[in-house]
């Protein structure tokens, strides 16, 4: 499954402020509140925090993957959001993030979670994307950024 196809203006943000990251993930889950796949809102959300708190998704140059297998959703949802200013994620790296794809899933779709999770992780490897993905003043930009990346990665 591609990326760019669970990705939309509305689950796309740039410049989102958050003090910590608590906050970082509450506004990136904030972004598929209303998606129809969302069951139970809290339960989603309790469910990406309890996976926070297991190990850090901060996955470093930048970047956080907060990520969760529940039965509050139905299919698969994502959401990426750049952020103002560097949050501290915890990351392996110990670097701050300004990147974030939040995904969550059903507890019988590891697979494709799995595969999901490791596209975002080379699409990110690159620098260059990095720096794109961070330059973008829109959602419709990032949005474009991320399909035009998606592209060169098929």
Known sequence: MELSKLL???NVAVGIDASDK???IDA???LVADKEAVLDLDAMRQA???RE???ST???KGLGLPHAKTSA???ILAALAVTRNPVEFEAIDNEPVRIVFLLVGRQDAKSQHVRI???ISRMMNQKDTRERVLSASSAKELLSIIHDVETQLN
């Open 73 to 75: 959703v139905k299919g």
């Open 48 to 50: 990406v925090h309890d």
């Open 53 to 55: 708190k297991t190990m």
């Open 28 to 30: 990136v889950v904030d």
């Open 8 to 10: 939309d203006t509305t």
């Open 117 to 119: 999770l490791s596209r």
């Open 22 to 24: 608590h906050a970082l």
């Open 58 to 60: 901060g996955v470093g």
